[in-house]
Every structure is written in C-alpha cells, then in structure tokens.
C-alpha cells in the first residue's frame, strides 16, 4: 500500500510464495498504469503496464489487477525469488500527453525470505 | 546500446557551490525528466521538458535550473539556492504519444553529497 511519513511499509515474503503488491491511486481519469521495480542503489525499472480500458494483464511470472471501482491496483509476483527483493512503485498518467507527467506512489519494499 | 545515461555516478558538493548533473539518452525520447528521491520516499518531480528548448517546473523546482538545447540533452543544476540537496537524483525520458500513455525509463541515478 502507499506509505504514510518516512517509512515504506515492508512485504515480507518467504522464497517460492506469491507476493501481491498494492496500490491506491488519486484520480478516477487516470488512464493508464505502469509498475516499477528499484533495487537498491539503482533507477526504477518498468515491469508491466495496463490502460483503463482493462482490468487484468500478465507478464512474465507478474499480472496487474486493476479496479477502477476503488481506484486501486495490484501487482501479484508469482513464485517469489530472492531477486524479486526491491521497492516497488506504482505510476498513474492523469492528463492527456504532453499536459502532466506520471504521478508515482510511494512505494513498497518487498523482502523475500530464503 | 540504447539507454539512459547520468553521470557522475556520485558528486559531492561544497557550501555555496553550483553543480551540475548529467542526463543524456538515445532513446530519441521527445521528453525527459528529473526527480528527486530522498531515503525511503517516492519520486518528487523537479523539472521535465516536452520538447528542445521548452520545460516546465515540477513540485520541487526551487533551488534548481534546467536547459534543454539538444533532444538527446537534459542537465540539471542545483543551485546554492538548495538547501538541502543531499538525495538520489534519477533522469528520465519517454516518447510523448497521442493514445495518451508515457511509460517513463529511468537513468542509473546520481547521488549528490554535501561536504
């Protein structure tokens, strides 16, 4: 979920579980979504995306939800591997293009067990 | 190798100094940006440019100064008007496109440091 003050909240995950990440977003007319993954030390990296017009999307061992009802998107990792450990941002686009930039929640931190 | 490129990987910075952070990509991306990440936060946008020789203020803007002469191009100074720079700036770029969708691929990031 979005972190309040200076703390992301921590997903704790033991190796081979599923992992389900969320994310609430401000406004209705958003239009499309996209997840990160930054490692530490690193730039944020695109995992998946998703336009409104959908509400499920699957990429490689990852599927975004989306539901536009409460505004709130997920991200579930399949089989969850020590490399999966990461901050975990989600992004909305408001505007049209060339209006306003993504929008970034605040992130999760996910830390998988072995 | 297509990409984004910041450099340097870490700057430090004296009191009073200007310093400027690099951003270049091949991309052929008609926008970029930069934000600020500060420990255990999120992204905070501080300037981004739609196009060469355009750009407009983000959420965090004062204490900073952009150009934008070249598409490949998008230096970012921060200024002694900063007070407190001390973060992780990451750059990045996207294409503008009309069915309205930005995916936006980040640079490796630059740690700044005050001495």
């Known amino acids: 979920g979005e972190s309040v003050g200076l703390h992301l909240p921590t997903l704790s995950v033991q190796e081979g579980d599923n992992s389900i990440i969320n994310c609430a977003y401000s406004n209705s007319a958003s239009d499309y979504f996209i997840w990160y993954k930054q490692e530490s030390g690193k730039g944020p990296q695109f995992i998946i995306d998703i336009r409104s017009n959908m509400d499920k999307r699957q990429g490689q061992r990852v599927t975004v939800l989306l539901n536009k009802t409460v505004k709130h998107l997920s991200l579930q990792i399949a089989a969850t591997q020590p490399g999966d450990s990461a901050v975990y941002f989600c992004a909305e686009n408001i505007g049209p293009p060339g209006n306003t930039p993504l929008v970034f929640g605040k992130g999760t931190r996910l830390s998988v067990i072995a | 190798d297509g990409g984004i490129t910041q450099s340097p990987k870490y700057l430090f910075r004296k009191e009073g100094q200007n310093v400027t952070l690099s951003c270049e990509q091949n991309l052929n991306h008609d926008a970029m940006y930069w934000y600020r990440q500060d420990p255990g936060q999120g992204l905070r946008l501080i300037y981004y440019?739609?196009?060469?020789?355009?750009?407009q203020k983000g959420d965090i803007a004062e204490g900073y100064s952009v150009s934008r002469e070249k598409k490949e191009s998008f230096p970012l100074t921060v200024t002694s008007a900063q007070k407190n720079p001390t973060a992780f700036y990451l750059c990045?770029?996207?294409?503008?496109?009309?069915?309205?969708?930005?995916?936006?691929?980040f640079g490796p990031g630059t740690r700044l440091l005050v001495l």
């Open positions: 440019s739609q196009i060469v020789n355009d750009f």
């Open positions: 990045a770029s996207s294409w503008v496109l009309a069915g309205g969708q930005e995916t936006q691929y």
